[in-house]
């Protein structure tokens, strides 16, 4: 026996990687519905072989469905969601909305699974920021043996994190550069992003941080430790689908860099990609389409006494978003609702 499944938002980008993952991993899908907006009532989208007619999320009711994945965004989530789960389906929430809130566990998988029979004092569950999500995936083990106490990243975020619109204009701003005439002025970001980098993601907080760095922040906390200290600077680049970080972690003991790789090679959802060669390393491009955490340039940080280098990077749209949802759905099933 399977589930009916809803995926909220579904003529978006994340919402399309959340039909087109829950088709390659064979879901147990008794039914499935596509939502959206009322402007794009009608709009086809696909699940695997077939092709679904979205629905308008304003009229849907959700009462007989088991699971929702949302896509949309904050506004329209708290909206929408609490009328879901008291309908009595669980929603798997891809928005910032409910992430800090202590009633709704915020999981990712490899991670923190058992976390997530929290879900029952809302019927809501989390799914992290696309940044927090790639790089706990790879802490984890390793705080396992031997304990983080620091950890300094520097992420290289790709466009498609802001939407179809952010795709558009590095696209445009690209093509416009080799035309005269044709140059296109910023209206996503601040500034330029074709050929250029912009260390701003989301608005300004007083501290001076950004607030996609304080997600980083504050995720790493409720997900892996809340002792874990993390500073971040998240920065934007001209790359259109998937993310890059340059971690460095600090210990409270020390861990050989051949150690660290060989745990990471055992650890889920990683791929160890590690060769001290030209090209022996994955960059964004190498990681679109695919399911995995992937890592290189591990190394050990002379500058400390317990440190680790490494360079980690995933598919934003995947593991960032859809698939980490979808992998929450999946341990959801099997843990708590139990029909597949």
Known sequence: ????????????????????????????????????????LGTEVSFGETTLKTQDLDTFDFTGWD?????????????????AAKAG?????????????????????????????????K?????????????????????DRATIKRVVVSTYQSVSGTGKNAIDELWDQTKGMYVPGQEVEPSVYPKQIAFNVI?????FLDSGETKEEWKMVAETKKIVDTAIKVTATCVRVPV?????????????????????????REAPGIMVIDKREDGGYVTPVECVGDFATF??????????????????VSDNLRKG???????IAEVLGRECLKKG
Not at 8 to 21: P, S
Not at 321 to 327: G, I, T, W
Request: glycine fraction near 4%; charge should be negative.
């Open 199 to 203: 260390p701003h993601i989301d608005v």
């Open 240 to 264: 259109f689908v998937g993310h890059s970080e340059a971690v460095n972690i600090e210990f409270e003991e020390f861990l050989d860099e051949d150690e660290a790789r060989d745990i990471l």
């Open 1 to 40: 026996m399977g589930y009916k499944i809803v995926v909220v938002g579904a003529t978006g980008n994340v919402g399309h990687e959340m039909l087109n993952i829950l088709a390659e991993r064979a879901f147990p899908v008794d039914e499935i519905a596509a939502l959206a907006s009322r402007r794009s």
């Open 123 to 143: 019927n809501i569950i989390a799914n992290p920021n696309c940044s927090t999500a790639q790089m706990v995936v790879a802490l984890k083990p390793l705080h």
């Open 67 to 83: 699971i929702a994945l949302f896509a949309i965004g904050s506004d329209a989530t708290k909206k929408y969601a609490p009328v």
């Open 89 to 121: 389906c669980v929603v798997i929430d891809n928005s910032s909305l409910y992430r800090y809130d202590p009633d709704v566990p915020l999981i990712v998988p490899e991670v923190n699974a058992d976390a997530i029979h929290g879900y029952t004092k």
């Open 321 to 327: 978003a859809a698939l980490n949802a979808v992998q």
């Open 295 to 312: 890592i290189s340039r591990i190394r050990q940080d002379s500058t400390i006494e317990n440190g680790i280098n490494l360079w980690c």
